[in-house]
């Protein structure tokens, strides 16, 4: 086996939209949104026999709290790798990026997999579990098939039949399902962008009070800009808008890459709050997933059952009402590079306390 960097987007994609799990955050182009904020995406692929057995795509943080590597939902392996091969495998990139980390002057590698926390896989021997998330951890998914792919005992069947919308709406709480129909009744419209770049600025407007209400850490303006511009263009993501009395009271930012359809930012005013425009949108989104022949639509991520004062509870409500599982994904781990380690991993504790989670 060698490793080395990638410099074939094709090959890289090819190979991701071939798995079983097929994170978009590690795409070609999400590392395109990574470098347009700053952040330099650093692509890893693991070669057998010419063939890439695995892929990493790593991004350099430059922080105040001490610079540092993130791998969000990676890395992905050939699910065919015996456990010896994946072994070696990891070694391999262990390797190159405690290289690659000192090199950046970084104090440490953060790793947020994308397999599930039944898994018994260790990245490294030093590896600690890590104060904070990455990302999301417990990911709230419908699947689109009546083979669950994301189910690691079913075979990967991407040709297995679709699942009806009537199914979808019988297996939804009623609420959400009456909900629904009542924003129909009430004369709300949901329309895909056909100009997501002009479009956004909704997006923006009412993502500002959405982020107040719910107390998180926000992305900044020229991500989603990036993010949008960069998927949009490759037919690659969805920018809904929600209407009601001629006015945008929603918007919502989906991703639906390789098959996998991603709730990854929604905002609303708190305007018409009584208007359930967000239920529509949703079901608006799943319909489409299933035009487009999806294997699943993630919901993204929803508070642990055990945590009672998590800051996602409210929004843990709404994405369960639509009905669908959960996956439960390994905790972020770190492996630590400089001494300095110590003072980021203490200051995170503290945040983490802060925010609640």
Request: glycine share 4%; hydrophobic share 35%.
């Amino acid at each position: 086996m060698i490793i080395s960097e990638c410099k074939n987007q094709e090959a890289w994609d090819n190979f991701l939209k071939s798995r079983r799990f097929r994170p978009f955050l590690q795409s070609w182009a999400m590392g395109e949104v990574y470098k347009d904020v700053g952040q330099q995406p650093i692509r890893l692929s693991i070669e057998d026999n010419k063939k890439i057995v695995g892929i990493c795509q790593c991004i350099f943080v430059p922080a105040r709290r001490g610079k540092h590597l993130t791998i969000s939902y990676g890395p992905v392996f050939n699910e065919n790798l015996q456990d010896k091969e994946k072994e070696n495998a990891l070694l391999l990139l262990e390797e190159k990026l405690r290289k690659v980390g000192k090199e950046e002057k970084c104090s440490f590698i953060r790793i947020s997999p994308f397999i599930p926390n039944s898994s018994n896989q260790k990245f490294s021997n030093i590896e600690k579990p890590s104060p904070l998330h990455l990302i999301a951890e417990h990911i709230w998914y419908l699947p689109l098939k009546e083979n669950d792919v994301w189910d690691v005992l079913n075979k990967i069947d991407t040709e297995s039949n679709l699942i009806s919308t009537d199914e979808i709406l019988k297996n939804m709480r009623k609420n959400h399902r009456n909900l629904i129909r009542r924003a129909r009744k009430e004369g709300v419209e949901i329309m895909a962008s056909l100009n997501p770049m002009e479009d956004i600025k909704y997006f923006h407007s009412y993502n500002k009070e959405t982020r107040k209400l719910q107390k998180c850490t926000p992305y900044t303006k020229k991500f989603f800009d990036s993010q949008v511009s960069h998927f949009s263009s490759r037919n690659e993501c969805t920018l809904y808008l929600a209407k009601y009395n001629n006015e945008v009271i929603a918007s919502s930012i989906h991703m639906h890459v390789f098959g996998e359809t991603s709730y990854h930012h929604g905002a609303s005013t708190s305007k018409y709050s009584k208007i359930p425009a967000s239920y529509l949108l949703q079901f608006t989104a799943i319909e489409d997933a299933l035009k487009r022949e999806d294997d699943v639509y993630s919901f993204w991520g929803i508070a642990p059952e055990e945590s009672k004062n998590h800051p996602f509870k409210g929004v843990t409500t709404f994405k369960k009402g639509f009905g669908g599982k959960l996956l439960k994904l390994k905790h972020c781990i770190d492996i630590p590079i400089k001494p300095s380690y110590k003072i980021t991993r203490t200051f995170e504790y503290i945040r983490k306390w802060k925010r609640g989670f």
